[in-house]
């Protein structure tokens, strides 16, 4: 690991000014970081240590029923916040299906949207990647695909964004707080994250300096508590990133859908809301066939970047099983495997 | 750079001198205060035999800069036991054959004691599996670990009920 300067700011305002300058990093709890900087992936020559900011760690319950999260906060914590839990039980379980109790208990909200892609090339330094090396290539064109994306991507860069948190979060209408030196500003979080286009190296629209402070769900977003999951395919049970994976939300009066909310994660470089198959399932019954109908509206765009056409038909499954699994109510208890494929959808028989 | 630091491990205050900020809490434990119970495994989160309790949480100590840890509380395998009294944990996985080689278990038993205390797992058998998929056994000893936690849990239960008896 190359060296660096360690500073740990004692307000927003040292920590924007002392991470303005260039090589320099932000550290929250430093479990993605640490590890790219172990592969020598990332080499920031100084990190601004921003765990100890104060006033940045609570969950603020508004008035008229929406949330802010500072940006401190630890995966963990939310997850488990009763009051959190039971508005927004499908970042809960996003929250859950990730990583491990351990990494759960000191990542945190901020860090967490600008967790970096897994794609293996990425992480290999001896393999080219115009992420990493703006102009090298990209060795994952033509390489082992399988996970790679399937919407959005580019020529320049097939990775996906890992998140299982930014989901739930993007198909909610979050908004990021951002302090910078201009001050503060707001991004839908839908905008934050940034397609790879031509230059896959900027991965969101942070300016050099800018930290998150809070990600803020609005109070509608509360309305879909009765009906929210969210469902992801590991290739293995537990302590895997995505395959492929959907949250999906619905309102529910009188037997039709109301207003319904979709998105999907593993499928490209930012998480993917599904806003035409949103607008196919207003005014719908919750069956089978819209939900099929919907998915379908959702992948209409999907193209393979390699060998992974599979999960084109993998996410339409996922996304019409989700919203099954919405319209049957959201448990009333957080599952034993929480976004595990391995509950049974409702109605649906074993296949051994 | 050397940047001084304090902290509470197994209950005794120490002052440290971090000479260079790369150092990890796994790698001041292990190579600076002679504690090495605690195992580095992958050295990048992907094993947990590195599980320390900081704050009262269960964290990889290999993913965490050991100078952004000033001021914490941390607990390792070796502040465990009283003298020859194993902590019902450690006793527990003993009883259930809860390893083979042994590398990973000072990792599982700190995991196991921040799930008992989290309290989410409840006695489902799936649940214990699931709050400790993040430590991986090479050994395959699960069955016994999953055995282990759930046996300490109750343990630990009585024992909270006999203290407030």
Redesign the interface.
């Known amino acids: 690991m190359k060296t660096f300067d360690y500073v740990r700011p004692a307000t927003v305002a040292e920590a924007v000014a002392a991470a303005s300058a260039p090589g320099a990093a932000y550290l929250a709890a430093g479990t993605n970081l640490l590890d790219l900087m172990k592969g020598g992936i990332a080499s920031p020559s100084r990190l601004v240590d921003v765990s100890h900011l104060p006033g940045l760690d609570r969950i603020e319950h508004l008035p008229g029923g929406g949330v802010r999260i500072g940006a401190l906060v630890r995966n963990a914590d939310l997850a488990h916040d009763p009051d959190f839990a039971r508005c927004f039980p499908a970042v809960a379980e996003a929250l859950l299906s990730g990583a491990s109790a351990q990494l759960r208990n000191a990542a945190t909200v901020g860090g967490n949207l600008l967790q970096r892609t897994r794609c293996a090339y990425f992480y290999d330094v001896a393999s080219a990647c115009n992420k990493r090396e703006p102009g090298a290539g990209c060795a994952a064109r033509g390489g082992d695909t399988r996970l790679h994306a399937v919407l959005g991507w580019s020529e320049r860069c097939i990775a996906t964004n890992p998140s299982d948190f930014c989901v739930p979060l993007v198909a909610l209408d979050a908004v990021v707080e951002i302090e910078g030196k201009a001050g503060r500003r707001e991004v839908a979080l839908e905008s934050f994250h940034r397609l790879p286009g031509d230059a896959p190296e900027r991965e969101s629209v942070l300016e050099p300096g800018e930290l998150i402070v809070a990600v803020r769900l609005p109070a509608e977003a509360a309305g879909f508590s009765a009906h929210a999951r969210y469902l992801k395919v590991r290739e293995r049970t537990s302590f895997a990133f995505a395959v492929v994976s959907a949250a999906a939300g619905l309102r529910i009066e009188r037997a039709t859908i109301v207003e319904a909310r979709i998105a999907l994660g593993g499928v490209a470089l930012k998480p993917w809301r599904a806003r035409a198959a949103e607008a196919l399932l207003t005014g719908a019954r919750p069956d089978r066939a819209a939900f099929r109908r919907a998915a379908e509206a959702a992948l209409a765009d999907a193209k393979p970047s390699g060998d992974n056409e599979f999960k084109i038909e993998l996410a339409r499954r996922i996304v019409t099983r989700s919203l099954a699994l919405a319209a049957a109510g959201t448990p009333e208890r957080m599952p034993a495997l929480p976004a595990s494929p391995f509950a049974l959808a409702p109605g649906a028989r074993i296949h051994v | ?1 050397a ?1 001084s630091i304090s902290l509470t491990v197994n209950g005794v205050a120490r002052n440290v001198v971090v000479d ?3 150092v ?1 809490l796994l790698d001041l434990l292990r190579e600076r205060l002679d504690l090495t119970g605690t195992k580095k495994g992958c ?3 992907q094993c ?1 035999a590195c ?1 320390v309790i900081v704050g009262g ?4 100590s ?4 050991a ?2 840890c ?1 001021g914490a509380q941390i607990l390792t395998i070796e502040g465990l036991a009283h003298g020859d009294a194993l902590h019902p944990v450690q006793a527990a996985f003993i009883a259930h054959d809860g390893f083979q080689c042994g590398f990973c278990t000072p990792g599982q038993i700190m ?1 196991a004691i ?2 008992i205390q ?1 309290g ?1 797992a409840g006695d ?1 058998p ?2 214990v ?7 991986l056994c090479r050994c395959g000893a699960y069955a016994g670990i999953t055995d282990a936690v759930l046996d300490a849990q109750r343990r630990l239960a009585e024992l909270d009920r006999k203290d407030v008896a």
């Open positions: 750079m940047l260079d900020p790369r990890t050295d990048r989160g947990s599980t949480r269960r964290i990889n290999c993913l965490a800069l100078v952004s000033d995991s921040g799930l989290e989410q489902d799936e649940r599996r699931e709050g400790m998929s993040g430590n």
